[in-house]
């Protein structure tokens, strides 16, 4: 039986019906909570430790989900080369707006800690929790975070941004499908971006692209930031 659950068709099974359960849980109780992703992380992490899988042996079985993030990324290329004309006379106010984002994302972390007396290892490690998850591991690597901390927190910051930002958008009263996607995609990069799909195609692309915008800007600005509140790097 345990070579069955070790199998990669068993796992790929556990990963997909896992999600599926949590859209279905969501979408019959619609608590924020309950988010499909959180309920997919819990059904996994109980099953594997009551079947004895090892991480290992799981990570090796989801190989295909891993390779599918290239095919997605490509996907939204192609959504953003559709909206192109969106970009026309936007530009300025897109980097300016991915440039705010990013320092905003790494001071309030700085400060935060500097008022609670964190670690700079703390700090290195959330720096980059706005950013999408390789980036973001490489980003707190280089600096000398906890990789695995990074890990976790910016999968629960997309979880939180995807959850939050519609409400958010709509309190303040920001209609511009631009906008929209540009902040979605800033604050809760991957999992931010699948909500922006499903507020509309303009908001997806644009959420899409502020993912690798965001990217480039945090590699860029930490270490300067770092020099400026004497931080190592």
């Not at 980036?135 to 997309?158: D, E, K, P």
Request: proline share 3%; net charge neutral.
């Amino acid at each position: 039986m345990k070579a069955l659950f070790e199998s990669t068709e068993f796992i790929l099974l556990l990963i997909f019906g896992s999600y599926l359960l949590g859209q279905w849980i969501f979408k019959k109780t619609r608590i924020p909570l309950l988010h499909p992703l959180i309920i997919a992380i819990g059904i996994i992490i109980v099953f594997l430790k009551i079947a004895d899988i090892s991480y290992e042996t799981f990570d090796e079985g989801s190989r295909f989900v891993s390779f599918m993030l290239g095919p997605s990324v490509v996907a939204l290329g192609y959504v953003l080369y559709e909206q192109l004309d969106y970009l026309k006379g936007n530009v300025l106010s897109i980097l300016t707006s991915i440039f705010i984002g990013s320092i905003v994302g790494i001071l309030s972390v700085i400060i935060l800690a500097r008022i609670t007396g964190a670690d700079e290892v703390l700090i290195y490690s959330l720096e980059p929790k706005s950013v999408t998850s390789p980036i973001a591991m490489s980003i707190s690597q280089q600096s000398g975070g906890n990789v695995s901390l990074t890990a976790i927190i910016v999968l629960f910051c997309g979880i939180f941004g995807s959850i939050i930002g519609p409400p958010v958008l709509r309190l303040l009263g920001i209609k511009s499908s631009v906008a929209k996607g540009l902040a979605m995609g800033a604050s809760a990069h991957g999992i931010g971006t699948a909500k922006a799909m499903e507020m509309g195609m303009i908001e997806g692309a644009l959420s899409g692209l502020a993912i690798g915008l965001m990217g480039v800007m945090t590699a860029l600005l930490i270490p300067i930031i770092h020099q400026l509140f004497g931080l190592a790097s």
